[in-house]
């Protein structure tokens, strides 16, 4: 099993940042993925990053404002946010990806999830 615990969500103003946080433990994976969940919407793929290589991968809407990194020597992920927008306003997800993906964006891919960490962007 991986066990994943986000934190660092919180209340920002709009043009604002937020870093948050993943700590990872347990088994080995291939890739970490952060995901968000606004109220009443799907949950959407935000960024990825494989954990030997350092691969990134990002969605369109967000390259440039979200940077997501990796410490190995911690077992820490992190999502640097910018540039925050109302429309950012969302549960952030950290989840583990076990093996190679055949759609890194999609939800089924992965195969752990932490609980949540919410991010709400103020005008």
């Known amino acids: 099993q991986v066990q994943l615990v986000e934190s660092g969500g919180g209340l920002v103003q709009a043009g604002g940042s937020l870093r948050l946080s993943c700590a990872a433990s347990?088994?080995?994976?291939?890739?970490i993925g952060w995901f968000r969940q606004a109220p009443g919407k799907e949950r959407e793929f935000v960024a990825r990053i494989t954990w030997n290589g350092g691969t990134t991968y990002y969605a369109d809407s967000l390259k440039g404002r979200f940077t997501i990194s990796r410490d190995k020597s911690k077992n820490m992920v992190y999502l640097q946010m910018s540039s925050l927008k109302p429309e950012d306003t969302a549960v952030y997800y950290c989840?583990?990806?076990?093996?190679?993906?055949?759609?890194?964006?999609?939800?089924?891919?992965?195969?752990?999830w932490g609980q949540g960490t919410q991010v709400t962007v103020s005008s």
């Open positions: 989840a583990a990806d076990l093996g190679f993906p055949v759609n890194y964006a999609r939800r089924t891919e992965y195969d752990y």
């Open positions: 347990g088994r080995t994976f291939y890739a």
